[in-house]
């Protein structure tokens, strides 16, 4: 009985000698990419996480400085967060805060080059789109309109065509082209919500209404020919 029981055992060792000969490589390079797969994904989501607590640790810096009025110190935080974490929506962010403050203080040129790394690396459209509109109003007020037209030309996430539309009829009305700013500030009136953007939509109605043309007319022109 126990010589049965073992030539049994012997024949069932043989036989997952035979499958392991065969198959056990192949077993043992699936596992490691298996395993490999979920510690490499547990490590990006660690590394992710480390990134965004450096890089808000940044953004504060750059948010204190210029709080503090501290010119020198809101540019070495933008370049450390750029250098360091671009990457990061509190890269992004810290962009635009410092850009304010560089602007507030005549540093234009700080502030559009800030700005325009934002509109260029920010981590999403929503971003990057305010960096223009906040770009293209820094190049405005120097007067250069066709830097400002040429940044407002840029492609737009839906929710901020119709600011991109007021905001280049802002610069094509210092142009001295009537028409064309008229143009284009019916189309940001036909394109704002008068349940989400009321006070703003009156703002480009009172722009239309300077230029001695309805609003609604003008909304709905923008609308057919748009």
Same mark, same amino acid.
């Given at each position: 009985m126990a010589t049965h029981l073992d030539?049994?055992?012997q024949e069932q060792l043989d036989a997952l000698k035979h499958f392991w000969n065969r198959w056990g490589n192949l077993i043992t390079w699936v596992l490691i990419a298996v395993l490999g797969a979920y510690a490499a994904w547990n490590g990006w989501q660690y590394w992710e996480r480390r990134q965004a607590g450096l890089a808000a640790a940044l953004y504060d810096?750059?948010?204190?400085? $210029?709080?503090?009025?501290?010119?020198?110190?809101?540019?070495?935080? !933008? $370049?450390?967060?750029?250098?360091? +974490?671009?990457?990061?929506? +509190?890269?992004?962010? $810290?962009?635009?805060?410092g850009a304010k403050y560089l602007?507030?203080?005549?540093?234009?040129?700080?502030a559009k080059a800030a700005l325009a790394w934002v509109a260029d690396k920010a981590p999403n459209d929503g971003l990057r789109a305010v960096a223009r509109l906040r770009l293209a109003s820094v190049?405005?007020? &120097?007067?250069? +309109?066709? &830097?400002? !037209?040429?940044? !407002?030309?840029?492609?737009?996430?839906p929710q901020f065509v119709a600011l991109a539309a007021d905001r280049r009829g802002?610069?094509?009305?210092?142009?001295?082209?009537?028409?064309?700013?008229?143009?284009?500030?019916?189309?940001?009136y036909q394109g704002m919500s008068a349940d989400t953007a009321g006070d703003y939509r009156r703002l480009v109605g009172i722009k239309l209404n300077a230029l001695g043309i309805?609003?609604?007319?003008?909304?709905?022109?923008?609308?057919?020919t748009s």
């Amino acid at each position: 009985m126990a010589t049965h029981l073992d030539l049994e055992e012997q024949e069932q060792l043989d036989a997952l000698k035979h499958f392991w000969n065969r198959w056990g490589n192949l077993i043992t390079w699936v596992l490691i990419a298996v395993l490999g797969a979920y510690a490499a994904w547990n490590g990006w989501q660690y590394w992710e996480r480390r990134q965004a607590g450096l890089a808000a640790a940044l953004y504060d810096e750059v948010d204190r400085a $210029a709080q503090a009025g501290d010119a020198a110190r809101v540019e070495r935080a !933008l $370049a450390d967060i750029k250098d360091k +974490y671009g990457s990061t929506t +509190y890269a992004a962010h $810290a962009g635009l805060r410092g850009a304010k403050y560089l602007d507030e203080q005549g540093k234009l040129a700080e502030a559009k080059a800030a700005l325009a790394w934002v509109a260029d690396k920010a981590p999403n459209d929503g971003l990057r789109a305010v960096a223009r509109l906040r770009l293209a109003s820094v190049q405005l007020g &120097e007067k250069a +309109y066709d &830097e400002a !037209l040429k940044t !407002l030309n840029a492609s737009f996430p839906p929710q901020f065509v119709a600011l991109a539309a007021d905001r280049r009829g802002d610069v094509l009305l210092q142009q001295g082209k009537r028409e064309l700013a008229a143009a284009e500030f019916g189309k940001a009136y036909q394109g704002m919500s008068a349940d989400t953007a009321g006070d703003y939509r009156r703002l480009v109605g009172i722009k239309l209404n300077a230029l001695g043309i309805d609003p609604d007319a003008a909304g709905a022109k923008a609308g057919a020919t748009s």
